[in-house]
Structure formats: structure tokens, C-alpha cells
């Protein structure tokens, strides 16, 4: 390419930018006026609904595979003149497709610098890789239909063939069904395949000429200013955790004050768990928030394995009550990046409606006390907040009952919101207990706040209950956020009833953390 070209190319690249700066305002119109259409027919309706090791998959997101796809074939077969060409540019777009694999160390900081939520950063992460993966092959199939010569003497040849195996190899262990058995050592394995794939990548294109070679310079240099980077957002804390049965709370005591808005997470790592925790982070949702800086954040932990596992180990070994107890080695030194994740804007909604099943409540509270904060500073225009909180086990509702109280204590507009505790018919005798401490902590405060009652929350007359209620109000005829942080059963349901009521501006929101 020649310096000309560049030159037009980064002019060309400057005149749009200033362009769609200037028109931003009718580009953000046209957006409005498409996004219920858009939910309508392509985001809310699903193709292929949720299996255990993949989906669900919404008409929007096969349409946009589609054109991944389509413009990844058309660019390797535009003009095609033969094989080898096409080969040749195969592999070139498989490096460009890696950039996104390759730009960070973690997963949670990229989707921070993109302004995009986790769980659509790891959609990317996986489309490219399968993409990137399945060039690299349509390139070796070229080499081996010449019938040229492959002579692994050659260094070039041989770091080539390690790099395409690491990265076939690195695909097929991302499978679900193999991470269910063990996710620690996997992601483990994974990483350490992604260097080797990455170094190998690199000493094949050393003698190739500079344009491949440019793709590796390109992701090089992102991966390591993204690293550096990551450094000024690592943050030292001291850890004091207790144990409700199943559940653990963890108080991070800060270093220095730190700003977390509502919904939040860290990325925490405990060392002194074992050597091997030295190596693992895992993302926690922040349950605390202050519209100030905080000096100490709240963690609720679900054990699910790992890490997560040893640590309720380390509280629970010898000991033969059920009672919260410290570990006798605390506080101990953790250490977390973030805070990561984008705060929904709430307050700018008329009515939300909070959906949430055992430990799920966790990712809520923040937004609760955000909300009433907003409420009480007048700094928000929500007017109704509804609460529903399914919960399967008592141990989940005493872990959390003091931010509960908390948030009842503070209420302020406690007549235009219900707070409604449901829990299934097959929980054990004990869940009485929970609901008499509600009921208990409701009569001091604000007996219309709380109704409890067993069995699932009736979800569709919870939702036409509160859009009868906003259309009776004629002062309140905004936007209304439903908000889940639920079971997979929990989510789909509601994401079925929201479609409904789409053309009444109301929208669904699933919030970073969801329980198993």
C-alpha cells in the first residue's frame, strides 16, 4: 500500500468522524424511532430457545452471524482468482479476526474500554475465535489441495502447524460440556494455548512479507497497552468473610476510597486460599452502594466450585454450627481489579420493576438503594418500584437481611412501592422463620411494604397489575425497566410476558450477574 493511499485513507477516516459527530443528534433520533420495531421482530423473538450447552439464539442474533459470516466469505472470495490467493487471504483475515482474542489479558476490562456489556464481549470473543479458527483451516486445506511441498524441517512450516493445532485445540476444549467438569483447570489450559498460538503465530509470519505481518504488531500492541493499563485499575483490600450455610458474605475493607456505581462488579483474587488462588479471579456484583466513594465494599458469594468452593471450605471445616462465624486466619489480603460493568440508568424511568430468584437479589440491592436515593434527592424520575424476590432457601435471605433492612429503613416513597417475597412450595419448614423476620422487620417500619406468600410470583398479573396501575395515574405515562437477575426458567418467562407490553414502553433488562 502505498503512503498516498494511507494518507487518503486516514483523511477520509477524520471527514466521517466529523461528520457523524455533527449529525449525532438525528443519528440518536433514527435509533429511537427503530428500536421497537427492532425488539419487536428481531431482538425479543427467538429462533432457537435455551439448551443447556447452547442458545438461545434471538432472530437478531443469527442475522448478525449471518452477515459476520457473508462478509468474511465475500472478502476471501472477492475476484477470486485461484486457490492459493483465496488462501493466502483467508489467513490474512483469520489474524485480523484474532485482534479481538488477542487484545486483552481480561475479559471484563475490554468490555469496559468498548462501553459494551460482559456477556456481549464474550459473544464477540467466541464468533471471532470460531471465525479465526475456521479461515486458519480453509488455509491449511488450500496448502494440502497444491500438493507443495510442507517440510517441518523448515522452522517456518513447523511453528505454523503448532500454532494452527494450539488454536484447533484451544476451540474444541471452549466446548460447555467440557468446562462443566472442570472450569479452573480448562480456562487454564485455555490461556496457556492462547500463548503458544500467539508466539507461534509470530515466528511463522518473522521472514513473511510486512502486510501479515502488520496484523501481529496490531494485536501485540494492543494486548500490551490494554495490560498496562488494566495496572492502574488493581486495587489492595483486607477480606473479612463470614458464612450463612451455603452462602458467604465477604466486607472488603479498601485501601483507598473507591467510586462503584449500582450493578457493578470486581474481579477479586484471594491468594492465601492456596497457590493456585494466586491465579484465579472471579467477578462478583458489589451489593453495597454510596453515592459517594466507598471505603468498604459488600460481596454475597454462591459457591458453584473452584475458588468459590475452597473458601466456604476454609469457613466451614470443624465446625459444627450453622451459625456465621470469622475463619480464624482473617482478614485476609485480596486483591481486585475493577469495578467493572455499565450501571443502567434507572432513574430515568417512570416505573422498574425488580424480578429477581434467590441469590439473584444480590445484583438488585444496589439499584434499590440507588433508587431511593434518587427518590430522596429528588435526582430521579422513578416513581413506582416493585420488588419480587423468589427465594428457595432461608440461608440466601438472612445473608442479605441487613441491606434489606437498610433499604426499608431509608424508603421514602413506600406508598407507590410493593415489595413482593414469594418462595416455592418445596422449600423446607425453616423458610417460616425468614418470613416472620420480614414480617417482623415490616411492622416496625412499613406494614405495606412486604406481603409474602409461598409459591412462585404470578409474573404476567404482577405485570399487568403495574401497567393498569401507570395508565390509571395520568401524571405517570413514562417508560417502565423490568429488570431480572434470575433462573434461566425465570428469565425466558418474563422476556415472553415484556414482548407483550412493548408497545406500552416497557423494556427488559438482564443484569450482568444471573445465579445458577
Given at each position: 500500500m502505498e503512503i498516498t493511499q494511507l494518507y487518503a485513507i486516514a483523511t477520509g477516516g477524520i471527514l466521517v468522524i466529523l461528520m457523524l459527530v455533527n449529525f449525532r443528534p438525528y443519528i440518536e433520533a433514527l435509533l429511537r424511532a427503530a428500536s421497537l420495531p427492532t425488539s419487536k421482530y428481531l431482538t425479543y423473538p427467538r429462533i432457537i430457545h435455551r439448551h443447556r450447552y447452547f442458545g438461545p439464539w434471538s432472530r437478531a442474533d443469527v442475522t448478525v452471524q449471518f452477515l459476520y459470516i457473508a462478509v468474511n466469505t465475500f472478502c476471501v472470495g472477492f475476484r477470486f482468482p485461484n486457490v492459493s490467493t483465496a488462501g493466502l487471504r483467508a489467513a490474512n483475515l483469520s489474524l485480523?479476526?484474532?485482534?479481538?482474542?488477542?487484545?486483552?489479558?481480561?475479559?471484563?476490562?475490554?468490555?469496559?474500554?468498548?462501553?459494551?456489556?460482559?456477556?456481549?464481549?464474550?459473544?464477540?470473543?467466541?464468533?471471532?475465535?470460531?471465525?479465526?479458527v475456521s479461515l486458519l483451516l480453509f488455509h491449511v486445506l488450500t496448502i494440502i489441495g497444491s500438493r507443495n511441498?510442507?517440510?517441518?524441517?523448515?522452522?517456518?512450516?513447523?511453528?505454523?502447524?503448532?500454532?494452527?493445532?494450539?488454536?484447533?485445540?484451544?476451540?474444541?476444549?471452549?466446548?460447555?460440556?467440557?468446562?462443566?467438569?472442570?472450569?479452573?483447570?480448562?480456562?487454564?489450559?485455555?490461556?496457556?494455548?492462547?500463548?503458544?498460538?500467539?508466539?507461534?503465530?509470530?515466528?511463522?509470519?518473522?521472514?513473511?512479507?510486512?502486510?501479515?505481518?502488520?496484523?501481529?504488531?496490531?494485536?501485540?500492541?494492543?494486548?500490551?497497552?490494554?495490560?498496562?493499563?488494566?495496572?492502574?485499575?488493581?486495587?489492595?483490600?483486607?477480606?473479612?468473610?463470614?458464612?450463612?450455610?451455603?452462602?458467604?458474605?465477604?466486607?472488603?475493607?479498601?485501601?483507598?476510597?473507591?467510586?462503584?456505581?449500582?450493578?457493578?462488579?470486581?474481579?477479586?483474587?484471594?491468594?492465601?486460599?492456596?497457590?493456585?488462588?494466586?491465579?484465579?479471579?472471579?467477578?462478583?456484583?458489589?451489593?453495597?452502594?454510596?453515592?459517594?466513594?466507598?471505603?468498604?465494599?459488600?460481596?454475597?458469594?454462591?459457591?458453584?466450585?473452584?475458588?468459590?468452593?475452597?473458601?466456604?471450605?476454609?469457613?466451614?471445616?470443624?465446625?459444627?454450627?450453622?451459625?456465621?462465624?470469622?475463619?480464624?486466619?482473617?482478614?485476609?489480603?485480596?486483591?481486585?481489579?475493577?469495578?467493572?460493568?455499565?450501571?443502567?440508568?434507572?432513574?430515568?424511568?417512570?416505573?422498574?420493576?425488580?424480578?429477581?430468584?434467590?441469590?439473584?437479589?444480590?445484583?438488585?440491592?444496589?439499584?434499590?438503594k440507588q433508587l431511593i436515593y434518587g427518590y430522596n434527592s429528588r435526582k430521579s424520575r422513578t416513581r413506582r418500584v416493585h420488588l419480587v424476590w423468589q427465594l428457595e432457601t432461608r440461608e440466601t435471605g438472612i445473608a442479605v437481611q441487613s441491606i434489606i433492612n437498610e433499604v426499608l429503613t431509608n424508603d421514602a416513597f413506600h406508598i407507590k412501592r410493593r415489595n413482593t417475597v414469594g418462595r416455592d412450595n418445596g422449600s423446607d419448614s425453616g423458610s417460616a422463620d425468614l418470613e416472620r423476620s420480614i414480617e417482623r422487620v415490616d411492622a416496625v417500619q412499613h406494614p405495606q411494604l412486604v406481603n409474602v406468600h409461598n409459591g412462585p410470583a404470578d409474573l404476567e398479573k404482577i405485570l399487568r397489575g403495574e401497567m393498569e396501575a401507570k395508565l390509571q395515574e395520568a401524571e405517570e405515562r413514562g417508560e417502565t425497566l423490568v429488570m431480572v437477575s434470575g433462573t434461566d426458567e425465570l428469565r425466558d418467562q418474563l422476556r415472553e410476558l415484556v414482548r407483550t407490553y412493548l408497545d406500552n414502553q416497557m423494556s427488559l433488562l438482564e443484569l450482568e450477574y444471573q445465579p445458577a
Open positions: 485480523i479476526n484474532m485482534v479481538p482474542n488477542f487484545a486483552g489479558s481480561h475479559l471484563s476490562f475490554l468490555a469496559d474500554i468498548l462501553g459494551v456489556p460482559l456477556r456481549t464481549y464474550q459473544q464477540i470473543h467466541r464468533s471471532s475465535g470460531i471465525m479465526s511441498p510442507f517440510p517441518l524441517q523448515v522452522a517456518e512450516n513447523l511453528w505454523g502447524l503448532i500454532g494452527g493445532c494450539s488454536l484447533l485445540l484451544l476451540l474444541l476444549l471452549s466446548n460447555p460440556f467440557l468446562r462443566s467438569f472442570s472450569y479452573e483447570i480448562l480456562i487454564r489450559i485455555h490461556q496457556a494455548l492462547a500463548v503458544v498460538s500467539a508466539y507461534s503465530i509470530w515466528r511463522h509470519l518473522e521472514l513473511k512479507p510486512l502486510v501479515p505481518r502488520i496484523y501481529a504488531y496490531i494485536f501485540a500492541a494492543t494486548f500490551l497497552s490494554t495490560f498496562l493499563l488494566q495496572g492502574f485499575f488493581i486495587h489492595r483490600s483486607q477480606a473479612r468473610i463470614v458464612h450463612f450455610e451455603d452462602t458467604i458474605k465477604v466486607e472488603l475493607t479498601l485501601s483507598r476510597p473507591l467510586k462503584v456505581k449500582a450493578g457493578q462488579y470486581i474481579n477479586l483474587w484471594i491468594p492465601s486460599l492456596s497457590f493456585w488462588s494466586t491465579f484465579q479471579s472471579h467477578p462478583f456484583t458489589v451489593a453495597s452502594w454510596s453515592d459517594r466513594e466507598q471505603v468498604s465494599l459488600d460481596l454475597f458469594i454462591e459457591p458453584r466450585g473452584g475458588m468459590t468452593q475452597k473458601l466456604l471450605h476454609r469457613l466451614t471445616f470443624g465446625s459444627d454450627s450453622s451459625q456465621p462465624r470469622l475463619d480464624g486466619s482473617l482478614p485476609r489480603l485480596a486483591l481486585f481489579s475493577g469495578p467493572h460493568g455499565i450501571s443502567a440508568p434507572v432513574g430515568d424511568y417512570e416505573t422498574v420493576l425488580m424480578v429477581s430468584s434467590g441469590s439473584g437479589i444480590v445484583a438488585q440491592l444496589p439499584y434499590l
